[in-house]
């Protein structure tokens, strides 16, 4: 903030000097002007200058007029800020072509007004592209809108002829003055520059840190996620295991009873026998309805609605929408007909094969391919990411590995060969899991 104010302080005093600059040189030119009319010595002034001079006050009406919407465009999008770009550059334009203008109204005797132009601009202007331009522009502007480069296309009055009609006194005092101030012009756009780049050096320097903090954060919050996602897991596990040790220890333990009840009725009462026989049927078919609840809890809700094949197809489309990266998905194995874990294990390799590609590859371009060959079903995701340079097991591979391997599957992953095809280039998940050839719940 203070270097802020300190770079509104000298812009003021920018302006004030150059406004200052703008009445000396139309005070000099209209003074002069009427002291030769009112005198004998117009016609020695005609004969040296071998033209008419202007209208006195065409210089400093269009001058100063000119200088007044510089100033009000400078100071309205410093109290009214603009965010659309267009706008913005419309504005810088539109400053750079008051800038022309007063030069011109001036007859080209004073460039100055351009580093005042200029030092506005830089600090309004956030894109370096457009930064590099206009300084471009108004440094030319500066360097070459000179009376001294354009006279020969100008029939104007060099200010050295109005000069010329007063003493060397004056003319030495009027030389050193215009020389004091366009000095002044040209110090305090360099301190304004000087503060401007150190400012922004310092809050290039404040960003750098703080997206290091935000780095650290994100791993920070990034380990947080993972502990948690342990820690759910086990959570769960530990749920799971005392609900069915309830459901279905109580279940068995009824059932065993009830058999060697039966048992023991079997040769003395038959139709007793018979009817604990059907209880415990019943008591059987009831625990085992309480596991298959159970059990179905686990499973993705996307495949409680949809087939395999269509709950793979809308992860990829809502993946594709919440990261934007470019996922291309090939299902060759046709029509899937698999037992409930066979899906569970197959949708949750994608799905971890998706979040690792991004997360931790940071890829943007990701392949899916299912396939089928006799009875085994594979799935190959392949991604153009960072791949990894030590290939340790994390939570996730290993919880794939251990699901794929009750069920007689195989895991395999890895870097990408920098040669690979399609240019995918990370890491690769490989699963072939043999399937049972037929739907529905398995325990």
């Given at each position: ?14 302006f004030a000097l150059n406004f200052s ?245 079997l040769d003395v009462a038959p139709e ?59 299902q060759e194995a046709g029509e899937l ?107």
């Open positions: 903030m203070k270097t802020e104010r300190k770079l509104m302080d000298i812009a003021v005093k920018m600059i703008l009445c000396f040189y139309s005070l000099i030119c209209v003074t002069t002007t009427y002291r030769i009319c009112g005198t004998l010595r117009a016609h020695d002034f005609l004969t040296l200058v071998r033209q008419m001079p202007p209208y006195p006050w065409k210089m400093p009406i269009q001058s100063l007029c000119l200088f007044a919407f510089l100033c009000f465009v400078s100071f309205f999008k410093i109290f009214h800020p603009i965010e659309k770009f267009p706008l913005r550059v419309a504005i810088c334009i539109a400053e750079i072509v008051l800038c022309a203008g007063i030069i011109c109204s001036l007859n080209f005797y004073y460039s100055g007004i351009a580093l005042l132009v200029l030092a506005d601009l830089v600090h309004y202007i956030r894109s370096n592209k457009m930064r590099l331009c206009f300084i471009v522009i108004l440094s030319l502007m500066f360097a070459f809108f000179r009376y001294e480069i354009v006279e020969q296309f100008t029939q104007s009055i060099a200010f050295s002829s109005y000069l010329s009609y007063y003493n060397p006194m004056t003319q030495s005092f009027f030389t050193m003055l215009e020389s004091l101030m366009v000095c002044m012009n040209i110090l305090m756009f360099v301190l304004y520059m000087i503060l401007l780049f150190t400012d922004q050096k310092a809050e290039n320097e404040r960003i750098r840190k703080l997206n290091e903090q935000l780095n650290q954060a994100n791993d920070q919050l990034r380990d947080y996620a993972e502990n948690m996602e342990r820690m759910t897991e086990m959570r769960e596990r530990n749920r799971l295991a005392r609900e069915i040790h309830d459901t279905l220890g109580h279940t068995l333990t009824g059932i065993i009873m009830g058999a060697d009840a039966s048992l023991a009725l007793e026998s018979r009817k604990r026989i059907q209880v415990v049927a019943q008591t059987a078919r009831n625990g085992l309805t309480d596991v298959r609840r159970s059990i179905k809890a686990l499973r993705p809700d996307a495949l409680e609605h949809y087939s395999l094949v269509q709950a793979l197809e809308d992860l990829v489309e809502n993946f594709r929408l919440t990261t934007s990266a470019q996922i291309t998905y090939c007909s698999l037992a409930s874990d066979e899906e569970d294990s197959l949708y949750r390799v994608v799905q971890e094969g998706l979040t690792n590609a991004v997360r931790h590859g940071k890829a943007d371009r990701i392949e899916i391919r299912v396939t089928r060959t006799g009875g085994v079903v594979a799935v190959c995701v392949r991604d153009n990411g960072t791949g990894c340079d030590k290939l340790e097991e994390g939570f996730g591979l290993r919880h794939m590995r251990e699901r794929l391997e009750m069920l007689g599957g195989t895991l395999s992953y890895g870097n990408l060969e920098q040669d690979a095809q399609d240019g995918y280039t990370g890491f690769f998940i490989i699963v072939e899991l043999p399937v049972r050839n037929r739907k529905g719940d398995s325990l």
